[in-house]
């Protein structure tokens, strides 16, 4: 599998936010977007997400198993298959508990989130040892693995996180990262929108995103190199 981000464009009234952004991704491939704050980063991630219109370009697939080469910005039931999205902020219940929120993603995927599954991301992301918590008692943390398992209900190929590891402990993002690490082993593509140095160290590949076009950058372990080309 692999997709093309091809000349994406999104004007905000006469502010030109993204111009022209591209990128290839094949199966595996756990894709860092950096920039500063305002630069864009979570704007192009609603657009791929289908939360958000462009105002031009195509987020393409080319996948054996399908013909052709859809469009996923114009297919959004294919889309919704294919892609999960964790923004910045948790889109959950408050006053439900962990398990109800699981029921209402995983409602018609065949997928029952209170059946003990190792080797599915509840069990991996470790949302199963507080099923019955209401979400306003719960951590950062806690929030950010059950967005990430309520993302994955529909089993997607392609995950677009949005700072995942914002203000999270360390235990919750080694478990968070080593889940990542799973997904893109068995062919998944990961792009995150990050700040934090792990996650970036972690990525195949790296673009920072500035002035409203992306531009590739190899993170050497340099963060004087890196913090001035953003």
């Not at 910005?73 to 999205?85: E, I």
Request: charged share 25%; proline share 6%; net charge positive.
């Amino acid at each position: 599998m692999q997709i093309s981000v091809r000349n994406i464009q999104k004007n905000y009234r006469k502010k030109e936010v993204l111009k022209d952004i591209s990128l290839d991704a094949q199966s595996g491939s756990r894709i860092g977007i950096l920039g500063r704050n305002g630069c864009g980063k979570s704007t192009l991630l609603s657009i791929l997400a289908g939360s958000l219109k462009a105002d031009g370009g195509h987020f393409l697939l080319s996948d054996d198993s399908r013909p052709g080469t859809p469009d996923l910005l114009s297919s959004p039931r294919l889309r919704a298959s294919l892609v999960g999205y964790v923004p910045q902020t948790p889109p959950l219940f408050e006053e439900l508990t962990a398990l109800d929120n699981l029921r209402l993603w995983y409602a018609g995927s065949g997928q029952d989130p209170a059946r003990k599954d190792p080797d599915g991301p509840v069990c991996l992301l470790g949302v199963d040892e507080y099923l019955r918590l209401p979400v306003r008692k719960m951590s950062g943390g806690m929030k950010k693995r059950l967005s990430i398992a309520c993302a994955l209900a529909r089993r997607p190929k392609i995950l677009l996180l949005d700072e995942p590891g914002a203000a999270l402990d360390l235990v919750c993002r080694n478990t968070i990262d080593q889940y990542l690490r799973t997904f893109c082993r068995k062919g998944g593509i990961v792009i995150t929108a990050t700040h934090e140095i792990p996650e970036i160290t972690a990525c195949t590949d790296t673009w920072i995103l500035r002035e409203g076009t992306l531009h590739s950058c190899r993170y050497d372990g340099d963060i004087e190199t890196l913090a001035s080309r953003l």
